[in-house]
């Protein structure tokens, strides 16, 4: 049974940074991708950032510039900095873990509010 442990999150001023964490445990194979997604209100959810377990890393144009994700993959842990929030950046923002079409795990999703 893969779990997915995601902390971070909360209300952040406008200009400010946050940082989340995800932490994966079970039977994970050592090549997978793991990544954030963020879902606003009335809107579909949206790639924010993901890398690979061979560190190629992808990131919306929106964050570009101002989210950085990161690996340990020794902790089977990722990581997405953000800087320069915006209230757009406004979402709950869930943890993904790919390795095959059967293989797709979600976090519960954490709030990340910014306030203008």
């Known amino acids: 049974q893969v779990q997915l442990v995601e902390s971070g999150g909360g209300l952040v001023q406008a200009g400010g940074s946050s940082r989340l964490s995800c932490t994966a445990s079970?039977?994970?194979?050592?090549?997978?991708?793991m990544g954030w997604y963020r879902q606003a209100p009335g809107k579909e959810r949206e790639l924010v950032a993901r890398?690979?377990?061979?560190?190629?890393?992808d990131y919306a144009d929106s964050v570009k510039g101002r989210f950085t994700i990161s690996r340990d993959n020794s902790k089977n842990t990722v990581y997405l900095q953000m800087n320069s929030l915006i209230p757009e950046d406004t979402a709950v923002y869930y943890c993904n873990l790919f390795w095959r079409k059967e293989a797709n795990y979600w976090g519960q999703g954490t709030q990340v509010t910014v306030s203008s």
């Open positions: 079970g039977s994970i194979p050592s090549y997978n991708l």
């Open positions: 890398a690979s377990s061979l560190s190629a890393i």
